[in-house]
């Protein structure tokens, strides 16, 4: 296995590495829009079913009362008006650029409430003649990162993304201005690709079902592998005394620099993080060091919290509550549908003379109807039950799992502007609201500093 190739294989371990973060996001994102009934479990039968079946009895589908939805908005909201808004008070309208920017952000931090991350890529775009800074969010699941267990994530090592582009996108990226590359990087992926990326899969022990993510667009695009590694190599660290220069310099001029009497050699260690762009069949599309200042990867990242590495997030804690909120819901709804409401009991000896139950029926929903019965037929006579079974305790149980909701969450009524007491003054009412932020003070104090780190790598650009 050649340097490259050991590098693809590193890239896809530390992708297949995440497959449980991207399971338990996927399931957090399903219940924040209301998909709330896809869980699976065993019946008494041993037969894995999902939720939605267990409790669609009788062609009475299960409820879903989305409370987590409102949770999100109410978060994101907060964080619009509380932050996002500043630029706009304090120095009367918003610089260019940065509505773009805080929609984004926005966005963002609706991704971090359901999956616990943060993730965007600050580019230097080139547009012909012209060039410009881009950020833009990127998607959990087609980014990989080695396992890290600083929040700051300052022990990555290799980081990337899968990409699904055109043919001229893909060119314009890897190509760096030569035709004749172009041209093959055409021929690359329009001879036997299905072919040659399985051959390559299989070679690396990486053809199991779960891959198939890694290596195969599923839009009919080209699908390229953006890999960055922190790579060491040896340097010398030199100091001329005559002209008080400090540089690094190629550990091949040893020779040279020790030949100066006035010149202070040291060997050290240097890091520099290097790009390749990958094919899904192995072929290198281009290579290069970083081309920033601040010489890294264009990605800006945080997980939340990262204690031991695992990263939790906001919806993860109160999907039980979500799902108990339904399933009492769905048992007023099947209690409710299967009580007798307004049932007639119409004894058949009590029926008139000349009538049929179908007349029966019209007279008796009828406001101003007579219905005649003879009461010497015997002792029967109509009757109409309607039963109330809806008192059993489920009522209370809700409002108990609402308020859970509420304490767990952190997002009380003051926060979302409902249990207002209109007697007192706007500054209680803000402060009430202000006291409320404290319990999400974290999340919007990590989510601010990644905002900063974003800020400061794309001042470095």
Partial sequence: MNNNTAILHAAFAAWNAASHLRTRRERNKRFTYGDQWGDTSLDSSGRRISDWDRYNKEG????????????????VGRFRSQYLDKATQQGGGKPAGTAELDELDARLLEEFLISGVCLQRVDLVHDLLEKHTQVSNVNVNRFFINTIADPLARDC????????????????????????????????YSEDVEARTASLA????????????FWYCPTGK????????????????????????????PLGQLKKLKSNPDMSVNWDIATTWHCRWFSPMGDLLAEYDSPYRHGSHPYVMRFYPLTDGEIHSFIEDMIDQQ?????????VDHVMNSSAKGVLLYPEN??????????VRQVWRSCDGVLPYNPQLGEAKPEQISANNTNFGAYPMIE???????HISGVSGALRGQNVDTRGSSTLYQTQADNAAIALADIFDTFNAFRQSRQAKLARL
Avoid: Y
């Avoid at 990409?163 to 590359?181: E, F, N, P």
């Avoid at 699908?223 to 690094?248: D, G, K, M, Y």
């Avoid at 108990?400 to 509420?406: G, N, S």
């Fill in 323 to 331: 799902k108990l909120v339904n399933r009492l819901v769905t048992m």
């Fill in 60 to 75: 009475h589908p299960p409820i879903t009362n989305n409370v987590l939805r409102q949770l999100v908005k109410s978060i």
């Fill in 222 to 249: 080209c699908r390229a592998i953006e890999v960055w590694t922190l790579e060491s190599h040896e340097v010398l660290t030199c100091h001329n005394r005559a002209t008080s220069q400090v540089f690094v310099a």
């Fill in 400 to 406: 108990l799992q609402l308020k859970m909701l509420e």
């Fill in 157 to 188: 090592e290799i980081v990337g993304q899968v990409h699904d582009m055109s043919v001229a996108a893909l060119i314009k990226q890897v190509a760096a201005g030569s035709r004749r590359k172009a041209a093959w990087v055409r021929r690359l």
């Fill in 202 to 213: 299989t070679a690396l022990g990486a053809d199991s079902q779960s891959g198939t993510h």
């Fill in 350 to 359: 009590a029926m008139p003379d000349g009538f049929t139950w179908s007349q």
